[in-house]
């Protein structure tokens, strides 16, 4: 019990105890009598109000009070005196109640269910707050009463602004009074209040606002949380193009990529098309994304959001991109120019308009005859194993292909607020430096590693170019790693965080990035392009900067400490992926797999997949948990009885044409199991490095 | 570390049952269906749901129920949607949920949507995101979602995000533990996830761990037993968890135990009470503590119950 030392009852105490609980008892019984008799008399209200008093949380008996109410307004007609008379008595009975217990959902309920009745005063009620705020300051109920009250009096939000602004004075750690400045100056931003506008001037504003607490208590969380809504209000821009497939700028065979098509027919010749964005955005479709090409395509295009959800949302989209048959000239390169929100349409996922158009441009060799595309009668077993890759003699064509990295051209308007708010950030970078000078505070130390990051990201899209500061990056780095030893039990959010920016540091520019690209040695498989990314045993907890890996076909992540692969969605052209000897613990963590329909061969041994009792991302994926699904749940019950138990390999397997599955090292890959995979993949042809049939 | 004493916890919970006459516990006689959820489900996680006389609690608790079709807190209490999820969970248990007539029970619960999406917890009009939850588990456990409008449910609930990724009773109240994992359980039961900011939220959720190990509920208060449920299954839904310190969280829990009389309590030597027992013993299933079965942490039932239900016989 909160607040009870546990301490055994003496003998007088359980007497004592006993009695009470029989006067209770005799109470409720009385209350009951008078409840299911529908007996509203004065004796009966007294009896009630007594046992509110005793126990405020008998929910049963603030009902009976508002049967009592109805009744007694019934009789009492149109008699305003004795409307209020009955009201008010309500409201001193509420007031006790709350004296007994001030967080009794059933006592401030009824006080807003009278409030509600329009006939009492409500000079009261703000008088009655101000008391509870002395007594608990974090009182939520008495904080959404507040609200309530505000609401019924009209009173502006600027008003209530100022209250908040008091009660961080009276005591910085108010979470609740912060919680709720940053509701209302949302409100007043967001209807652009006199006063509250521009948005700069305000943020401004705040951050010094805020900095008295911060410098007052750093080791205090409220006014950090605060602070970084208030980075977040700062950096949140206009989402952008970051990134594309076929890069700008480059030179595509188309022929390279037809196995990647959906149709897979030989005749046709198809590209897919992939754009990706800085945030979720919804709306692209051929009306406000426009493709033009100098040969024959056909312009009316199928846009798909490349998301494990079914939101309409996701920062990657996909296209294909259908070249006509006719006989071309084999030498000529054609001109694709992609045009992005030239009409309105474009939305974000929290309903912000992109006005802001951009375009790149790449262009195609397209086959000089009708060549079939044929995946070859024999193709090897992929061979993950480090002598069968080299670092060498990368072909010139490949380095157009993997700098992905998009000039995004940003109108002269936006450029300025961009650098505006990149200011803002320096401004608060100078600051916390200044407050880490003088003590060791572990979420100033986050909170400046995110400065850092967000600075990072406002200025290099201000300058339009991917120039990376490698110095920041090293010491955002640096200071992660003193938080994992600052803060321990955070450790593994830290180690996150760490692992998003060292991939970003080291796929920030070309140079860096071939550092990890190795030539497979068969170049027989699957296409010309036997191009693999090796990020094996970076000690990588988790994977990011998909914009970065769009151009990527073989993907080796193994030996590292990751769990979750959110974002793989995104990589299309993914033929072949190593995942062994990681931390995936399920196979609903292997959901985003299920959009991946190039995905021929793939190693997932060595893992924790059947080690779990819990499964964490059992909600996260389509099952027949959730509700919305488009769970197959006809094909799940026919197929048979061992579904129920590898329902979720089913969900992921089932649309997959995998070739090439390694499993082994699983608690779940007994020999059941691997039975249940050949059944449900005919077209496997090698299980565990074993060939099949 | 000190060990999970689970036979000293499964008789503190028999025993309490037997001793209904002191004021703690007459006090708490409006919430005895709730109190019986959490009884029994603790005594399922430890392997000894067979100890009760499931007969004997089907028959009281069908009396607790009104002609409405909702369930009160008590036999003669009125009814309230708090304690009908509490009647389904506990059939559910017992694998008896067809002893109700789940058109009545699922009509009250969807009669009390209103237009907003948001539930009421009862006739009397008071909203609440708890009840949105509750009114959505027991929907989805009757399998009678379709009853109610559940795009207009999810948007409410999202509604009620804030600007820190956590979630509040109503537009614009304050993130709280018990709030968010309301909000997070019915979102992950309709599929609607998506929109929750995982790593905001996760990373506020995983700030409640304080110096000892223990969960608070909301920035700067002090750590509870009860928020090893609330925050922790939250973290879970989200795919999070890795983001606190699990062993020390365990041994939070244990040091909460009451080794000689049996019991978990709020906070270390804290008296003890089957809330906080429940909640220690859930939370330790969701750790992975050996021994225990396996909870379902949207559904706050056991894996094979909830299991049985979704994927049949």
Redesign the interface.
Known sequence: ????????PTEEE?EA??V???K??SI?AKF?QFH?TNTYTKEALEVNAKLLE??P????G??YR?LAVQYHLEAAQSDEDSIKSILDEELKVVESALMTNFKS?GAW?HRK?VLNMGHSSTDRELFLLKKFQKLDA?N?HA??YR?FVTALKNIPDEEELQYTTDMIYENF?N??AW??R??LL?RLLKEEVEGYYPKEKVLTEEFEFVRNALFTDPD???GW?YH??LL?QTVKLEHLLVSSWPPNGSNVNVSDYCALSPSLSSISRTLPLILCFSEAVGGINSSTVSVVCESNMDSNLTWTPI?V???G?ARTWLTYLTFSSEPMHPSRNYLVKVSIANSEGIISSAGFCCSNPSHMAFTVCLPSSNTEFDEGPDIERIDWSEENFSSNQLHSENLGLINSFNELTISGGNKKTYETNAKIIADEIAYCRELLSEMDCKIGKLTLARLLLAYDALSSASRGVQDQNMFQYKEILELYHDLMKLD??????YK?QYSLVFLKQELANEESLLKYCYQYRDSTSLSNNSLCLCLRGLSLSQIGCIEQLLWVQMLDLSNNGI??IEGLESLQLLCCLNLSNNKICSFS?LEPLRLLKSLKVLDISHNEIGA???D?????C?S??????DWKREEF?VSGPEM?IY?DAFSIFSGLNLRQLSVTGNPIADKKFKLFLCKLLPAMKWLDDEKLR | MGELAVEKHVKFILTIEKEKDSFESVVMEHIRLNGAYWALTTLDILGKLNTVDQDEVVSWMMQCQHESGGFGGNIGHDPHLLYTLSAIQVLALFDKIDALDIDKVSNYIAGLQNNDGSFSGDMWGEIDTRFSCVAILSLALLKRLDKINVEKAVNYIVSCKNLDGGFGCTPGAESHAGQIFCCVAALAVTGSLHHVDKDLLGWWLCERQVKSGGLNGRPEKLPDVCYSWWVLSSLIMIDRVHWIDKEKLIKFILDCQDKENGGISDQPEDAVDVFHTYFGVAGLSLLEYPGLKAIDPAYALPVDVVNRIFFGR
Not at chain 1, 1 to 8: E, F, L, N, T
Not at chain 1, 57 to 60: K, R, V
Not at chain 1, 488 to 493: G, I, N, S, V
């Open positions: 019990m909160h607040g009870r030392p546990r301490k055994a359980q105890s006993v009470k609980g029989a209770l008892r409720q009951f299911h005793m126990n949380e008998f929910i049963t603030w009902n508002k959902y309920h269910w974090r939520f904080w959404n609200r750690s979470y609740s919680h709720n940053s509701v949302s205090d969380q409220s949380f970084l809504w977040d998301s959800d079914k939101s949302f321990p039990p955070h450790f593994q959010y996150d769990r979750s963590a779990h009792p819990i964490t991302r059992r909600y996260l389509a027949p948990l959730s509700h919305a699904s019950v129920t329902w």
